[in-house]
Every structure is written in C-alpha cells, then in structure tokens.
C-alpha cells in the first residue's frame, strides 16, 4: 500500500482493489475478465454485502472527506460519478445512517426549538444498500488529453472527467467507514459551509490522502 494518494491521481485501482470490487457482483470473473479486456469500462455493482455507498453532492461531499482525512480515521475508496461524491461505507450503514441523522435532528430540536440539530446543515444524502447498486468508475479510465498529469487543466481548457477514483481501492480488505463515522463527517462539513470565505476557492484535486493513516 502506498502511504499517499494524490486526489487527482485516476489510476490507483491495483488488482487487488479490483478483485475487492469485482467480489461485490454476482460474477466476479466475468467483472474481471471485462475490465482485462476494457479497463477504462465503468461497471455496475451492487450495495449491501461487500460495501454500502453513500452519495452526497460533490463539494459537500469532498468537505466531508476532507474532515475525515484531517480530523478523523481517513476514508474508505471515493469516487466521483456526475456530479456526485461515492463515499464507500461498511455493509448496513445506508440503513443505520439516516436513523441516525433522523435522531440527531430531533435531539436538537429537542433542546432548543429554535434549533434545527446538528444536521440541519446537511444536503440529502442518498444510502445505497441491499437492494441497491451503484456505477463506479473503470479501474483504469483513459486519459484525458484536457488533462495534465498532475490531473490540472491545462492551457487548452477542460476539467476533470465525470467518473475518477479519489481514493482508489488497493486491497482486498479495505477499511470502511462505518454510519457513525459518517454522520460525524457530515456534520463537520455542514459547519464547515456556513463559514463564508471571499478567497478563491482552493485546487480541490491537489488533495493528498495519506492511506497509511487508515484504521
């Protein structure tokens, strides 16, 4: 395992993230045997026995993991998908993270009337379990030539693709987050976004993780 990931870094899924992905599916091999013939092919897997996936809109979502790699026990794999931040979670967290928040609001509620709980702040989040499936990104997406290999824009313009791994799977046992752990998430990021910043925004994609610190 490498100690760092660079957030732009698209490429990261060794075989052994590969085949912890492929394990979520019905068929493993055929999974695998496509992405050998078609690496840059995105799949779809489903939810509630290898991992959840809980979905939040991309800039609070990458608050969210932004919390959890500096303040917290970092992350499991991340992917970016149409506007939308993949946080992959432990098996029952899409069931037990709404409760969860559910509980959290009316605990303040509670308090003081006037309040709207720890989570008022929080955008919906949608929780991907049995039942569920998700798309993630191909293990190896081909290059974008609007790209540079830091993953900037380069002078002829573009942005970054619409389907990246932030944090790569590079094992066939990740660490995943479980609810707690993500409500807490949530919660730091919501309280992160009412502060009002007339700086310009920083290079969301030259965050580095540092995977060693995981649990």
Do not use: K
């Not at 897997?45 to 991992?51: M, N, Q, R, S």
């Amino acid at each position: 395992m490498s100690s760092t990931r660079n957030a732009s870094d698209v490429s990261g899924v060794t075989p052994d993230g590969a085949a912890w992905l492929a394990s979520a599916g019905t068929y493993p091999r055929s999974t695998l045997s496509l992405w050998g013939e078609r690496p840059d092919a995105p799949v779809v897997l489903p939810c509630g026995v290898v991992f959840d996936v809980v979905s939040a809109p991309a800039i609070f979502g990458r608050r969210m993991l932004d919390r959890m790699w500096a303040e917290g026990p970092g992350s499991g794999p991340v992917a970016e998908f149409r506007g939308r931040m993949l946080l992959f979670a432990a098996p029952g967290a899409a069931q037990r993270l709404p409760a969860l928040m559910e509980w959290e609001e009316w605990a303040g509620q509670g308090r003081d009337r006037e309040r709207t709980g720890r989570t008022g702040g929080v955008p919906p989040l949608l929780c991907h379990g049995t039942g569920d499936a998700v798309t993630v990104p191909a293990a190896c997406p081909a290059a974008s030539p609007a790209l540079s290999s830091a993953g900037a824009p380069t002078e002829t313009g573009g942005s970054a693709p619409a389907a990246r791994w932030l944090v790569a799977p590079d094992t066939r046992h990740p660490w995943l987050p479980g609810p707690e752990v993500l409500l807490w998430a949530a919660v730091r990021a919501a309280r992160e976004a009412v502060r009002i910043s007339i700086s310009p925004p920083a290079d969301r994609g030259a965050n580095v993780y540092d995977v060693s610190r995981r649990r």
